[in-house]
Structure formats: structure tokens, C-alpha cells
Nanobody, 126 residues
Framework: QVQLVESGGGLAQPGGSLRLSCAAS????????MSWARQAPGKGLEWVSG????????YYADSVKGRFTISRDNARNTLYLQMNDLKPEDTALYYC???????????????????WGQGTQVTVSA
């Protein structure tokens, strides 16, 4: 069964950085595209970033472009999200999500989710 375990969240100051990790198991990680999504208090789910199965293409929401970097290590079955220049509006519960597709243009086709982690909290505050 799909298991996704996020870590790395915490409290950061505006302008600071955090690196999220997502350890995957129960499926062939290297054959699936992956996403990060987030949900702020009182708001709906927002897709943040996606990466294709071999890591060759990455995609970002406009709200994080230029500040966040998604990457993956298929040998370690791990997905990452490097978050720089954090803003208070980045405060949210961040989820790692599996995509049933191997490759997709996330901006053109939209994200698809078929497995979730439990989330890791990111709070940006002075």
C-alpha cells in the first residue's frame, strides 16, 4: 500500500528557508510523478509543485515560482521541497501526493492525486 511520510516542517521567519522531505514506500517511486500541495487554515487545497517520474521536468504554482524548488532522489525513494524566501502566506499544512501518471505537464493537464501523506506543518511568522 502507498505510504508517504512528510517531514521537515516547522517555524520559520519571513525570508527564511525550510526543506521538506517525503519518504515513499509501497510502490515503485521512480515510475510515478509526484506533487506537493498545501492547505492553509480555512482555505482549500492548493497545488504547489509537481515533478515527473525521472525528475527531468518540474512545475510550480505562480505563488511559489522562483522561491521553491522541487526535486527527487529515486534511489532513496524521497521527494523534496526546498522553500526559500518564505512569506507568512506560505503558512499551511504541506502534503506530499502521488500522481497516477508517470509524466505529465502539470500546468497544462492539472495535478492528479491518488495517494497522500499525513502532512507537515509550515508556519512562517516573525
Amino acid at each position: 500500500q502507498v505510504q508517504l511520510v512528510e517531514s521537515g516542517g516547522g517555524l520559520a521567519q519571513p525570508g527564511g528557508s525550510l526543506r521538506l522531505s517525503c519518504a515513499a514506500s509501497g510502490f515503485t517511486f521512480s515510475r510515478k510523478a509526484m506533487s506537493w500541495a498545501r492547505q492553509a487554515p480555512g482555505k482549500g487545497l492548493e497545488w504547489v509543485s509537481g515533478i515527473v517520474s525521472d525528475g527531468s521536468n518540474t512545475y510550480y504554482a505562480d505563488s511559489v515560482k522562483g522561491r521553491f524548488t522541487i526535486s527527487r532522489d529515486n534511489a532513496r525513494n524521497t521527494l523534496y521541497l526546498q522553500m526559500n524566501d518564505l512569506k507568512p502566506e506560505d503558512t499551511a499544512l504541506y502534503y506530499c501526493a502521488r500522481d497516477p501518471r508517470k509524466d505529465s505537464d502539470f500546468l497544462k493537464n492539472g495535478p492528479v492525486y491518488d495517494g497522500w501523506g499525513q502532512g507537515t506543518q509550515v508556519t512562517v511568522s516573525a
